[in-house]
């Protein structure tokens, strides 16, 4: 019923740019959270950002002053603006969403199938 979808992913040059987008789809109430995770190879998934039904905003501390999570309107799309990029920023970048809809009116988490960020020269 409920459905994330990333876009924006690809490759880009050490200290370029790329901005991520989220999009959520289906008969939704509240997006009460929506966050940005990332995993490299060999690695662990990781939260990377977050904002809130309020518009508060969080990071991890690797992308702060970096990276910037936002939001067209109240609900979507979120957006991960991400700059200075590093090769140790290459991952799959997935969306993550807290969300109450016709289907789950307690709401329940989403999962987008990811998009990949390469950074390298």
């Known amino acids: 019923q409920v459905q994330l979808a990333e876009s924006g992913g690809g490759l880009v040059q050490p200290g370029g740019s790329l901005r991520l987008s989220c999009a959520a789809s289906g008969s939704i109430f509240r997006i009460n959270y929506m966050g940005w995770y990332r995993q490299a190879p060999g690695k662990q998934r990781e939260w990377v950002a977050g904002?809130?039904?309020?518009?508060?905003?969080t990071y991890v501390d690797s992308v702060k002053g970096r990276f910037t999570i936002s939001r067209d309107n109240a609900k979507n799309p979120v957006h991960l603006q991400m700059n200075s990029l590093s090769p140790e920023d290459t991952a799959v970048y997935y969306c993550?969403?807290?969300?109450?809809?016709?289907?789950?009116?307690?709401?329940?988490?989403?999962w987008g199938k990811g998009t990949l960020v390469t950074v390298s020269s």
């Open positions: 993550y969403a807290d969300i109450q809809s016709v289907g789950s009116p307690n709401g329940m988490g989403y």
């Open positions: 904002i809130t039904s309020a518009g508060t905003t």
